[in-house]
T-cell receptor, first 114, second 114 residues
Framework: AQSVTQPDIHITVSEGASLELRCNYS??????LFWYVQSPGQGLQLLLK??????LVQGIKGFEAEFKRSQSSFNLRKPSVHWSDAAEYFC????????????FGSGTRLLVRP | DVKVTQSSRYLVKRTGEKVFLECVQD?????MFWYRQDPGLGLRLIYF???????EKGDIPEGYSVSREKKERFSLILESASTNQTSMYLC?????????????FGDGTRLSIL
């Protein structure tokens, strides 16, 4: 079955430190890949997406993600975290053979230490 | 940018009531979705609609129905609310095309059933 795994439920980093959030997917072919962020009490905002081509994609708010086919991973990174980045982050995959389905991971909550 | 508006941010209802959650999008998108979000479970798809008056069940449709009489509006209906339907509900809209079109989310409705 198709699935998305975010192995870290919580991550705490200090402000200014680098960040990497992990995402692994299980799917027969390369799906479309997304990262969303959810601030407290808000809906989900799209950070970035990967469809094909360059495996390093840039998103909003200084985030980037790298697609690694051999590891079925799509990890999110940021070189220097700001206090306003504290939120919950969701990885999602959309199978290439479906117009509708979007499968979400269970999310990683990021806490930022001053 | 796509604007997805959910009519209520917070809603409190009683067991057995019929509850309507409303969602409106302003970008003429064909596809609209209803999810519920629970801690540790990520987002789970309840129903989606790919055109006016067309609907498909998602992964957890039991206890819910939907209505799409106009392209811009997608309503989620709890026919007889129960306490286990207390949750955050998120509406999303997506343009035509395969999975490479991202879904755009509203701010959510936090529903409490007493």
């Amino acid at each position: 079955a198709q699935s998305v795994t975010q192995p870290d439920i919580h991550i705490t980093v200090s402000e200014g430190a680098s960040l990497e959030l992990r995402c692994n997917y299980s799917y027969g072919a390369t799906p479309y890949l997304f990262w969303y962020v959810q601030s407290p009490g808000q809906g989900l905002q799209l950070l970035l997406k990967y469809f094909s081509g360059d495996t390093l994609v840039q998103g909003i708010k200084g985030f980037e993600a790298e697609f690694k086919r051999s590891q079925s991973s799509f990890n999110l990174r940021k070189p220097s975290v700001h206090w306003s980045d504290a939120a919950e982050y969701f990885c999602a995959v959309a199978p290439m053979d479906s117009s509708y389905k979007l499968i979400f991971g269970s999310g990683t909550r990021l806490l930022v230490r001053p | 940018d796509v604007k997805v508006t959910q009519s209520s941010r917070y809603l409190v209802k009683r067991t057995g009531e019929k509850v309507f959650l409303e969602c409106v999008q302003d970008m003429d998108h064909e596809n609209m979705f209803w999810y519920r979000q629970d801690p540790g479970l990520g987002l789970r798809l309840i129903y989606f609609s790919y055109d006016v008056k067309m609907k498909e069940k998602g992964d957890i449709p039991e206890g819910y129905s939907v209505s799409r009489e106009k392209k811009e509006r997608f309503s989620l209906i709890l026919e007889s609310a129960s306490t286990n339907q207390t949750s955050m509900y998120l509406c999303a809209a997506k343009g035509e095309g395969m999975g490479n079109q991202p879904q755009h989310f509203g701010d959510g409705t936090r529903l409490s059933i007493l």
